[in-house]
């Protein structure tokens, strides 16, 4: 009867177990993400992954602008395995929660609203038996002004598929942004200023106090660097000339783009940019 008792102890521990590492490719509880007072996937799965195995996309230059909305993309990539899940929160410099993350596409994320806010995948976002990369995508609605820089921590779990937690890659990684504006041309003095017309049609000069032979980077509104160019003199102002082409000389599509001067400015202006 002991030897009996004992087996059945082993096999509801085993059924325990396999529950337990299926429910959590629904999601994974909350407070997994490796922010400050957190665990990680790693309290649940064996196996350490790489962090330059996820990327987070769509923040242009690592700033945000206060209250706005942005579409983020978070993925992650890992040879050998074929089930993939993540969370991710956002903090202030309190470890408190900043701004507001939503979910963009409830097939395969879901939102859990436990302080400080947590997204992360459902079970049909799991992707099983797919190679990677997988992506997920949510939006975020960026505090007010003055929160100052936030950081994203996520938590993402590269799995082998097979319904157990040992065998699983866990990539853990943090993005701190930071807090600027968008301001209109002539409204900021000092270095800050500047000046252009938007809409601009096939190409923009933009005139800016700051140092002469500085970088000027163009963003895309999702966040990728199209092309860097180099400030020069021009009287008291230095200034670009963009003729609307990404750094392999072709044409970029009629859009929104993102202007940010230099290394140690933080200013970032908007154009629209029309053919």
């Known amino acids: 009867?002991?030897?009996?008792?004992?087996?059945?102890?082993?096999?509801?521990?085993?059924?325990?177990w396999c529950a337990l590492a299926m429910a959590y490719s629904g999601g994974p509880?909350?407070?997994?993400?490796?922010?400050?007072?957190?665990?990680?996937?790693?309290?649940?799965?064996?196996?350490?992954?790489?962090?330059?195995?996820?990327?987070?996309?769509?923040?242009?230059?690592?700033?945000?602008?206060?209250?706005?909305?942005y579409s983020l993309t978070?993925?992650?990539?890992?040879?050998?395995?074929?089930?993939?899940?993540?969370?991710?929160?956002?903090?202030?410099?309190?470890?408190?929660?900043?701004?507001?993350?939503?979910?963009?596409?409830?097939?395969?994320?879901?939102?859990?609203?436990s302080p400080p806010g947590y997204l992360k995948h459902r079970?049909?976002?799991?992707?099983?038996?797919?190679?990677?990369?997988?992506?997920?995508?949510?939006?975020?609605?960026?505090?007010?002004?003055?929160?100052?820089?936030?950081?994203?921590?996520?938590?993402?779990?590269?799995a082998n598929n097979d319904n157990g937690n040992s065998g699983d890659r866990i990539c853990r990684d943090s993005l701190v942004v930071s807090e600027t504006g968008v301001a209109e041309p002539g409204s900021t003095p000092g270095r800050h200023f500047w000046?252009?017309?938007?809409?601009?049609?096939?190409?923009?000069?933009?005139?800016?106090?700051?140092?002469?032979?500085?970088?000027?980077?163009?963003?895309?509104?999702?966040g990728r660097l199209v092309r860097t160019l180099i400030s020069q003199p021009d009287g008291e102002l230095v200034r670009v000339v963009w003729n609307g082409r990404d750094a392999a000389g072709r044409l970029v599509p009629p859009a929104a783009y993102f202007v940010r001067f230099g290394e140690e400015i933080s200013s970032v202006a908007r154009i629209q940019f029309v053919r």
């Open 29 to 69: 509880p909350d407070g997994k993400t490796g922010r400050p007072g957190e665990g990680t996937c790693n309290d649940c799965h064996a196996g350490v992954g790489s962090a330059d195995s996820t990327e987070l996309a769509g923040l242009v230059g690592n700033w945000y602008q206060p209250d706005s909305l």
């Open 123 to 158: 079970s049909s976002g799991t992707h099983p038996g797919t190679p990677g990369p997988t992506t997920w995508t949510f939006g975020w609605r960026a505090p007010a002004a003055g929160a100052g820089a936030v950081r994203f921590y996520w938590c993402a779990n590269a």
């Open 195 to 222: 000046r252009y017309a938007s809409p601009a049609r096939n190409r923009v000069v933009i005139s800016y106090w700051g140092p002469a032979g500085s970088p000027v980077r163009i963003y895309a509104g999702s």
């Open 74 to 113: 978070l993925s992650v990539r890992y040879a050998g395995q074929s089930r993939w899940g993540f969370e991710l929160t956002i903090v202030d410099q309190a470890n408190n929660s900043a701004g507001q993350l939503t979910v963009t596409d409830s097939t395969n994320t879901q939102y859990s609203s």
């Open 1 to 16: 009867m002991q030897i009996a008792d004992w087996q059945t102890r082993i096999l509801v521990a085993l059924c325990s």
